[in-house]
């Protein structure tokens, strides 16, 4: 799909509610490796994952697309 998740933006949300990737990860049960592989452009996110990091960041999908 054409949107593309940016993990500056995810990033920037994240360290606005004061977590870290692990606490997220705990929170969604998204797996920490995903994380670091999203970071470093290794891959990135489907549309349930980034529907998931959405609701647990209170934000609208929207705000983690690039």
Not at 4 to 14: C, G, L, N
Not at 39 to 65: H, Q, V, Y
Request: proline share 2%.
């Amino acid at each position: 799909y054409a949107m593309q998740f940016s993990y500056e933006k995810y990033e920037t949300i994240r360290n606005k509610h004061e977590l870290t990737d692990y606490a997220v990860g705990k929170g969604t049960g998204i797996a920490q490796s995903c994380f670091s592989d999203w970071k470093s452009g290794r891959s990135k996110p489907k549309l349930d994952k980034i529907s998931t990091l959405a609701n647990f960041l209170d934000c609208k999908i929207e705000d983690l697309i690039g």
